[in-house]
């Protein structure tokens, strides 16, 4: 047995290694080649489960934008470290994922693009019970603040947040507690909260929870959600990033203009286990309204990328030490598909 | 139906070849087998040990120079050796790594108690097997990443969460080979033991217990490598420190030579694990 077992063990390690590596191999690109008439196949991963948050791709999907363009869409849901990363082997070809990560991802050689802004504002809050009496940043001085990890928008927003009013991580007690955060805040467990702006304070106020917020947007600059492709597809296809990106940024469009009915279309067709929740979800939608729209918008259109907010937000997460090596910008992010 | 897996596993363990499984386990026939095995030990396991780990380093190379893959799909192996010398330096190696062996350390310590425990009393009241069986098969279809958000939110997001998720996964392994140990030792033995006068404790302490020993020993060498993952799943779930911690935050910081750091942390925990409880089987079963 023991004379085995070793061996087995590195075998099994190399093939894992090797099966990791697998697909991988040459990138072939997310939509298949062929001039063949009818739509392009094209998969879009979205970085969650199913969820009424990723409305606008759905309505795009439903009202006929991305048939429109000649593309055939299909959703993958995953995390959005890991579409991330099949996004930069080439693996998939587009995804939504936030702009801090891809700062992140992009100064450790994942050669992705950001082509599309989704939210203007970056969507994360603190949370905290009304008697907690947390209502600036500075209240969180001393406090146990629970994050659902040290990685992903929660942590990046706290900490960007935290540096805002001259604190660090040492000033406050963070504790880890998974996606978690309704549960720990309600039981006592911790006196903050990090989450999603139009989540957590949805829930909790459903909860008949009295809450204070401090929004991570009022005080830093951070690059948020928008449309991620990889270096090889925008120099190979820009044609279809283009497609994929007008027709994408139609749906938020149109979740703006019409927010119930949106809901009444991506509810039973998408996420009909969270239908008994309607109400709450119905709030979800309104609050994610205005995360998507700003002043540059209105003038430049949904989708546009403020350099100052690229310029700030990788000035940012290298004060934060989180960047692995250097980012240049004009590689980062792009506007040439953003009209108007 | 807990004693019929129990028995099939056991039969794996031991890799008993049809030569060996016309005996019957006998203590002389089995003291036999152990010196004859450990008589072949020493030699292949010196020499195959160090060849095959630096034969999986150099496919490891090949593999990366071969297809050219950039270091945040598959870093090349001094790329994760230089990065572990870094967590090693500034310190983010061990404060990880530390939370992980405390806490699997202690979920085993914790599950090999209940196990053992409950087990001996399982083997001697076949009455009892069958009022806890179907509690113990159902614990079993529970996927550990499932519950271990539920208990960290019963327990609070300290130790005691980790610890009892590993404990959980440590159990029923040692719980299965506790029983079958004790229920395939001859029952003429117990029943000589018994005619020449022994009491309780020396039926347990000279008959059952070394009996049982080297089928326990392998529950122990299971569930002490299965302890590694269960602390690590539950501070995956969420922790602020062990490698489970390690592994999020390198996969968020798409610091990939990291990720390797940390699981190739986790497979060397894993095999001194397994040598440490070999070397305590060696030494246990000589006498």
């Keep these: ?340 | 139906m807990v004693s019929a897996a129990g028995t099939s596993r056991v039969r794996e363990e031991r890799g008993g070849g049809p030569a060996r499984s016309e005996e019957r386990a006998t203590a002389q026939g089995r003291e036999r087998r152990e010196r004859r095995g450990m008589a072949r030990r020493p030699w292949p396991g010196a020499l195959t040990v160090p060849l095959s780990l630096l034969g999986g380093l150099l496919a490891w190379k090949l593999l990366v120079v071969a297809r050219d893959y950039p270091a945040f799909v598959l870093p090349a192996p001094e790329r994760v050796a230089a990065r572990f010398l870094l967590a090693l330096r500034d310190g983010t190696w061990w404060r990880h790594t530390e939370a992980t062996l405390v806490e699997s350390l202690a979920g085993f310590a914790l599950g090999f108690a209940i196990a053992t425990v409950l087990g001996y009393l399982l083997a001697k009241s076949p009455p009892l097997e069958r009022v806890v069986a179907p509690y113990l098969a159902a614990s079993q279809a529970l996927p550990v990443v499932a519950i271990a958000p539920l208990l960290l939110l019963w327990f609070g997001f300290g130790l005691l969460p980790k610890v009892l998720i590993a404990a959980l996964v440590v159990f029923f392994p040692i719980l299965i080979n506790t029983v079958s140990g004790l229920r395939q030792i001859d029952p003429a033995l117990r029943d000589v033991a018994l005619v020449f006068g022994a009491t309780r404790r020396q039926l347990f302490t000279l008959v059952e217990l070394p009996l049982a020993l080297p089928t326990l020993l392998s529950g122990v060498k299971i569930g002490f490598t299965l302890a590694i993952t269960g602390a690590t799943v539950a501070e995956f779930i969420g922790a602020d420190r062990g490698l489970g911690v390690l592994l999020n935050i390198s996969n968020g910081l798409f610091d990939t030579p990291l990720l390797f750091v940390a699981l190739l942390t986790l497979v060397g925990l894993a095999m001194l694990a397994y040598g440490l409880v070999t070397a305590l089987e060696r030494a246990l079963i000589r006498w």
């Design chain 1, 1 to 340: 047995m023991q004379r085995l077992t070793i061996p087995i063990l590195t075998l099994l390690i190399a093939l894992t290694i090797a099966a990791c590596g697998g697909p991988a191999a040459p990138a072939s690109g997310g939509a298949p080649a062929g001039a063949t008439p009818g739509p392009t196949k094209v998969a879009l991963a979205l970085g969650y489960i199913p969820d009424v948050q990723f409305a606008p791709f759905y309505m795009a999907q439903e009202r006929g934008f991305y048939g429109a363009e000649g593309l055939d869409v299909e959703f993958r849901h995953t995390t959005s470290t890991d579409l991330l990363k099949l996004i930069g082997t080439g693996e998939l070809s587009f995804g939504v994922a936030s702009g801090d990560e891809v700062l992140v991802a992009r100064s450790q050689g994942v050669p992705l693009v950001y082509v599309g802004a989704w939210f203007q504002k970056f969507p994360i809050s603190v949370i905290a019970l009304e008697k907690a009496g947390i209502r600036r940043v500075g209240d969180l001085k001393g406090r146990t603040i629970g994050v659902p990890g040290r990685f992903g928008a929660t942590y990046v927003g706290l900490r960007a947040l935290l540096l805002s009013a001259g604190l660090s991580e040492s000033d406050v007690q963070i504790r880890e507690i998974g996606f978690k955060q309704v549960q720990a805040l309600t039981e006592g467990q911790v006196e903050a909260v990090v989450g999603y702006t139009n989540n957590e304070p949805v829930q909790l106020r459903a909860l008949g929870q009295a809450i204070t917020t401090i929004e991570v947007f009022d005080h830093v600059t951070l690059a948020s959600n928008g449309i991620v492709t990889n270096e090889k597809t925008l120099r190979e296809r820009p044609e279809l990033v283009e497609k994929l990106v007008r027709a994408s940024l139609r749906g938020i469009e149109d979740v703006i203009a019409r927010p119930d009915e949106a809901l009444d279309t991506v509810l039973p067709k998408y996420t009909p286990e969270a239908a008994p929740r309607r109400e709450i979800l119905r709030q979800v939608v309104q609050v994610s309204l205005p995360l998507w729209q700003s002043e540059q918008t209105a003038q430049r259109g949904i989708g546009y990328s403020d350099p100052a907010v690229w310029t700030a937000s990788r000035d940012l997460l290298r004060r934060l030490n989180l960047l692995g090596g250097e980012v240049d910008l004009d590689k980062v992010y792009t506007n040439r598909f953003v009209s108007k």
